[in-house]
């Protein structure tokens, strides 16, 4: 299993950026859902957990047959799509991806959302084999260099 964590450094708040972060998931969810393709949402319904509390559960299918370039499609089966499960207790999240195609295919992301510099050293409470196996990169999203084409200006 691959582990990285990446940290973060955000110029507002854990409160700030939840806000941000349900209007740009809506906006993209929108904008990508156009034709039979984009997102589905198959289940958004409340969710408790004994550690974490009251939060949501949200399934999604990613439609992307359209999106996949021509010798793609000639490989794969006709409907292709990508599985989002997402248990979210703010500021806390799990998000598990699978595949329609790749049963065994998974991707897991722990997500903790966290009003400080990216100090913390073992925010996800990692085991010391866990600790010794992950790698840890620090994203500056304030002055890393990012192309034209993965942002929008005006927003």
């Not at 972060?21 to 957990?49: F, R, T, W």
């Not at 089966?77 to 049963?103: G, H, M, Q």
Request: charged residues 30%.
């Amino acid at each position: 299993m691959l582990m990285k964590e990446f940290r973060v450094c955000m110029p507002l708040t854990v409160e700030e950026y939840n806000i941000g972060q349900l209007y740009m998931i809506a906006k993209h969810s929108h904008e990508q859902s156009e034709k039979g393709e984009g997102v589905e949402v198959i289940k958004n319904e409340p969710h408790e957990d004994p550690k974490h509390g009251t939060g949501r559960y949200t399934e999604k299918r990613i439609h992307l047959s359209n999106r996949l370039p021509s010798w793609v499609r000639a490989v794969i089966p006709r409907i292709f799509y990508i599985t989002e499960k997402a248990w979210n207790y703010y500021p806390y999240t799990v998000t598990d991806f699978t595949c329609s195609f790749l049963p065994r295919f998974l991707i897991q992301i722990e997500t903790r959302y966290e009003n400080n510099n990216g100090c913390s050293e073992n925010c996800h409470d990692l085991t010391e084999e866990e600790l010794a196996e992950r790698e840890v990169l620090h994203l500056d999203i304030a002055y890393d260099e990012l192309p034209e084409k993965h942002y929008k200006e005006k927003e």
